[in-house]
T-cell receptor, first 114, second 114 residues
Framework: AQSVTQLDSQVPVFEEAPVELRCNYSSSVSVYLFWYVQYPNQGLQLLLKYLSGSTLVKGINGFEAEFNKSQTSFHLRKPSVHISDTAEYFCAVRGADSNYQLIWGAGTKLIIKP | DTEVTQTPKHLVMGMTNKKSLKCEQHMGHRAMYWYKQKAKKPPELMFVYSYEKLSINESVPSRFSPECPNSSLLNLHLHALQPEDSALYLC?????????????FGQGTRLTVV
């Protein structure tokens, strides 16, 4: 079984500042990792995913994430945020032995201060 | 076409009404999903269809009835709902159930039960 912990429910940050949203997971098997973004009153959009290979993954909108197997983490980063990045961010994991189930973190609300 | 289209966007229904939510994708995906999302929470899996057959029912009450008429369409029939069923209902699809294939989400139907 897998579990996902997003350590911060809210992250306030000034516009043009860097941001890191934290995600830790636990699993007894290999995992696939995902970050999704949900803008207000919208569905979920995939930002990036880690399947295998390079541990640094680049996604859309200038976001990137680094898979750290020893720390069981998959933190999301952006060097300079914009007002338009205001949204809820969800980390999710699927076990390599699982055929459908995405396990979701509780979400982190990114609040951009002007 | 990388879209999952859901209709309607908003729905208000009484507890004695019967209504249906619709979802359509033309990406050739063979797995389709219904999720329920309450405010400020991650999505909760309800149903999974794989190759037009129901493969997962996450102990959802029978007042929710899914249907997959063909590989591009997914419906969710609603009957005798309760106010606590008010939520955002998200449809998603993926190439297949397994592995690192990501799910593509629709914009959701905001359901209010009065």
């Amino acid at each position: 079984a897998q579990s996902v912990t997003q350590l911060d429910s809210q992250v306030p940050v000034f516009e043009e500042a860097p941001v890191e949203l934290r995600c830790n997971y636990s699993s007894s098997v290999s995992v696939y990792l995902f970050w999704y973004v949900q803008y207000p009153n919208q569905g979920l959009q995939l930002l990036l995913k880690y399947l295998s290979g390079s541990t640094l993954v680049k996604g859309i909108n200038g976001f990137e994430a680094e898979f750290n197997k020893s720390q069981t983490s998959f933190h999301l980063r952006k060097p300079s945020v914009h007002i338009s990045d205001t949204a809820e961010y969800f980390c999710a994991v699927r076990g390599a032995d699982s055929n459908y189930q995405l396990i979701w973190g509780a979400g982190t609300k990114l609040i951009i201060k002007p | 076409d990388t879209e999952v289209t859901q209709t309607p966007k908003h729905l208000v229904m009484g507890m004695t009404n019967k209504k249906s939510l619709k979802c359509e994708q033309h990406m050739g995906h063979r797995a389709m999903y219904w999720y329920k999302q309450k405010a400020k929470k991650p999505p909760e899996l309800m149903f999974v269809y794989s190759y037009e057959k129901l493969s997962i029912n996450e102990s959802v009450p029978s007042r929710f009835s899914p249907e997959c008429p063909n590989s591009s369409l997914l419906n969710l029939h609603l009957h005798a709902l309760q106010p606590e069923d008010s939520a955002l209902y998200l449809c998603a699809s993926s190439l297949e159930r397994a592995g690192g294939t990501e799910a593509f989400f629709g914009q959701g139907t905001r359901l209010t039960v009065v």
